[in-house]
């Protein structure tokens, strides 16, 4: 990251505050630590990474940047972007200030040239979109030919699941808007999510560009078993929660 402090501005305006920026402390210490994200979510992606030695690799809505800094461990050239500048300013405390932060908004043409990365990590971040095109094609523009984008989203099973024991009345197929009330205390936010079924993800990968090479349901991670006690009362050892996919840019 350059001194001109790329996070604050975008297009040089000030970026308006997003829904993260408002709980963004909150945030950052359940990212820190939680099940899903510390011990299942990162580790899964880690994995399907695989070597990325020398790769330039975008995270795109990397958050307090954790999945930045694994990255950057295993000897990748990391850029990361987000829409909040709060949580960018938790992940460059974190990574320092020679790594490539900006704001950026998904649904919006990336700062970035043609072919410029090797893969692309989009972490739990797709279903803040109602639309995937017009971002998966921005994803397919700024990958290199054969270049990776690596998804993780919430299983539309586990989801749809959720609701049914809810009481709630929604059929499984079509796109759905969801909202959630993050509290952290003083911090609280309103979430919107765009849930959609297997069909619907596929399909837009497809129409994008990317032919899929992997989809994975892992299990968390093996320190999970020792932080979390509870999941070995499970016989597998796995619960239902997020579908991953590693897409080749064709």
């Not at 305006?13 to 909150?26: F, K, M, Q, V």
């Amino acid at each position: 990251m350059s001194d001109n402090d790329s996070s604050t501005v975008v297009d040089g305006n000030e970026p308006s505050e997003t829904a993260y920026d408002r709980i963004a402390e909150g945030y950052a210490q359940l990212n820190a630590s939680s099940l899903m994200n510390e011990f299942y979510n990162r580790p899964a992606i880690i994995e399907l990474a695989g070597d990325v030695e020398g790769r330039r690799i975008l995270d795109a809505g990397c958050g307090t940047g954790p999945i930045l800094a694994d990255l950057r461990d295993r000897g990748a050239e990391v850029v990361g972007i987000d829409s909040s500048a709060q949580l960018l300013q938790h992940a460059r405390e974190r990574l320092g200030s020679n790594v490539d932060l900006r704001v950026a908004d998904l649904a919006s043409p990336l700062p970035f040239e043609d072919d410029a990365f090797d893969d692309i990590v989009a972490s739990l971040v797709l279903h803040y979109m109602p639309d995937w095109g017009p971002t998966l094609a921005e994803f397919h523009r700024v990958l290199r030919p054969g270049g990776r984008l690596i998804v993780s989203e919430e299983h539309p099973a586990a989801v749809f699941l959720a609701d049914k024991l809810a009481g709630k009345d929604r059929e499984y197929f079509g796109i759905h808007k969801r909202l959630e009330n993050w509290d952290f205390g003083e911090q609280s936010a309103e979430l919107i999510f765009w849930d959609r079924p297997l069909h619907a993800m596929t399909d837009a990968f497809a129409e994008a560009g990317f032919r899929i090479s992997v989809i994975s349901e892992p299990g968390p991670a093996a320190e999970a078993f020792e932080r979390f006690p509870e999941l070995k009362d499970r016989p597998s050892g796995r619960f239902l929660a997020f579908l991953f996919f590693v897409l080749e840019a064709c």
